[in-house]
């Protein structure tokens, strides 16, 4: 699959290097925004939770254990995301005197990350619903309901 791509990139950008390297070098400018977005999601969930996480503590088994597996989630996201972003490569280390080559190796790379940062946001995901599931049985076990009255 990388190698067809690369192969229709090298014919789309043909004659023109330095615009296809600049090209690849964008997508994995996007993949990192897409990571410090993540990052920003999850560390404000964890700054929320030190705030009100007593709260949540206090309304019982149900809301603690939802808020705990939500940090949990949110902490591997953490993670997952710091192990792929951190790999710093640039696609001029990929430079090879072959230009298919370079293509492929960086489209590669690419979706290494890209498939890495699926999985850190199926965890982000996970954490935020456990953290939010909490904050619901927080707010119904202490009155919640009777504000509807």
């Known amino acids: 699959m990388a190698s ?3 192969e229709q990139l090298l014919e789309v950008f043909e004659g023109r290097r330095p615009e296809l390297l600049g090209f690849l070098s964008a997508q994995l400018s996007v993949l990192k925004t897409q990571a410090s977005t993540m990052m920003g999601l999850a560390g404000l969930a964890i700054t929320v939770t030190g705030f009100s996480g007593h709260h949540m503590v206090r309304a ?8 705990v597996a939500g940090v949990i989630g949110i ?6 995301t710091l192990r792929v ?3 710093v490569r640039w696609v001029s280390q990929d430079l090879q005197p072959d230009l298919l080559e370079t293509v492929r190796a960086t489209i590669l790379r690419r979706d290494s ?7 850190a946001g199926v965890f982000l ?5 456990g953290y ?10 202490n009155g919640a309901p009777n504000m509807l009255q």
Request: net charge neutral; no cysteine; hydrophobic share 65%.
């Open 85 to 87: 972003m951190l790999q």
């Open 60 to 67: 019982g088994r149900l809301s603690s254990g939802f808020m």
């Open 125 to 129: 995901a996970i954490g935020l619903a």
């Open 4 to 6: 067809d791509e690369a």
């Open 113 to 119: 990350q890209q498939a890495g940062l699926r999985v």
């Open 75 to 80: 902490l591997f996201s953490i993670l997952v």
């Open 132 to 141: 939010l599931v909490s904050v619901i049985a927080a707010a119904f076990a």
